[in-house]
């Protein structure tokens, strides 16, 4: 069994994918021209926002966001302790100072309720990131980024087509970055990336920037950030399947938790009310994770820990001194996380497998805990 299969995917589409890619290198034109333009626009049309601007990857895109939002020396950024290193080191990279923020005990995304004990009156904007696929508190995060006018980036690379409140991921911050890489739930064949916004001249500057300024014009200094062809018509195929694809993720989410319920020592990830998951990643908390993931692995099934630290306890943020009282819901979490296989075209039998073994190993473990205690 493997943690994701993209080979299944590829065989569901191939004649579309393989002629596609036939059709670019019989064109041989392979930056910018009609397959990004479509996609930009096919993309925006999805997630009904008005511009959408390709870009290399997600991490450039998340780069691209905060430089149009004209980050600082010295200005301050608010962002999850609980991420993917992209969501904070482009915060520096942009010139700015990274600001951690611990997480919600249920739902891993940023804790609104913890955001406004960071803001100074150098605090220029917040990221936050739909964690998983999970929606994070977006209204409660708005209502604080108004009161205080700070800027909000969503990073949505985990997040495509997630909801919150009927409304899409994505179209509720200044600007939204996404990942097209190959394991997210919108994948090219290769790296790719976007960001979204409501605002023409924030489209307008990020595309400027992510083309070295502007094509023999260099209005200013940017940076060479393209989606190429290839992966815009590989996209192009896959769009259309998103919301599809996207259903059978949240069917197999189903399927988990009804079969995981009541499993001693095991949390399953509860979804947020009035919200829709994207269930990039099936992320349950074990009391001994390191132990299941063992016992599962003895069994042939993959899983990953997403991820085994929190941010401020990496090596690259030692110098912020954090101990684990500053973030004690994301450093507890890091602990207890594991991610079981989940993708649209896993098999229904995988899935009873992966379950059941976790279900025997709680179970066994917690008779085994009875019997110590007693
Ligand atoms: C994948 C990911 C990114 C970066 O995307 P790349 O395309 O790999 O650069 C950023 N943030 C989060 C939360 C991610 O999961």
């Known amino acids: 069994m493997q943690f994701i299969d993209l080979h299944l995917q590829y065989q569901s589409i191939k004649s579309d994918i393989d002629s596609a890619i036939s059709e670019v290198i019989e064109n041989s034109s392979f930056i910018g021209g009609a397959h990004v333009e479509k996609f930009e626009e096919r993309y925006a049309q999805t997630l009904k926002v008005k511009h959408c601007v390709s870009c290399g990857n997600g991490t450039d895109a998340l780069y691209l966001a905060l430089r149009t939002l004209s980050v600082q020396s010295g200005d301050e950024v608010i962002t999850t302790a609980h991420s993917w290193i992209s969501t904070s080191e482009t915060i520096t990279q942009a010139g700015g100072k990274v600001v951690f923020c611990d997480t919600e005990p249920d739902y891993f995304c940023i804790d609104p309720e913890k955001i406004e004990q960071h803001i100074t009156s150098r605090t220029k904007g917040i990221v936050v990131v739909h964690l998983y696929g999970q929606p994070a508190n977006m209204k409660r995060i708005m209502e604080i980024a108004s009161r205080h006018k700070l800027w909000v980036i969503e990073d949505c690379a985990q997040a495509h087509l997630a909801q919150y409140d009927g409304q899409f991921a994505g179209t509720f911050g200044d600007i939204a970055t996404f990942s097209f890489y190959p394991g997210k739930n919108l994948g090219a064949m290769g790296d790719a990336g976007c960001l979204v916004t409501n605002q023409s001249e924030y489209a307008d500057y990020a595309r400027l920037l992510a083309r070295h300024g502007g094509k023999n014009v260099h209005k200013i200094e940017g940076i060479n950030s393209r989606m190429d062809s290839l992966q815009a018509a590989i996209l192009n195929v896959k769009l259309p399947h ?115 073994s976790v279900i025997r190993f709680q179970n066994g473990d917690s008779d085994q805990r009875r019997s110590v205690a007693a």
């Open 242 to 356: 998103l919301q599809a694809w996207t259903k059978l993720r949240r069917q197999h989410a189903a399927h988990y938790d009804a079969l995981l319920a009541n499993t001693p020592n095991l949390t399953y990830p509860s979804v947020r009310e009035g919200c829709q998951h994207a269930h990039h990643l099936y992320v349950i908390r074990a009391g001994d994770r390191d132990a299941l993931r063992t016992h599962l692995k003895s069994e042939g099934i993959p899983s990953l820990v997403n991820y085994p630290k929190a941010l401020p306890y990496y090596p690259a943020y030692a110098r912020l001194g954090h101990t684990p009282e500053d973030f004690p819901v994301a450093h507890r979490h890091a602990q207890e996380i594991l991610s079981l296989p989940l993708y649209p075209e896993l098999p229904t039998e995988n899935l009873k497998r992966v379950a059941d």
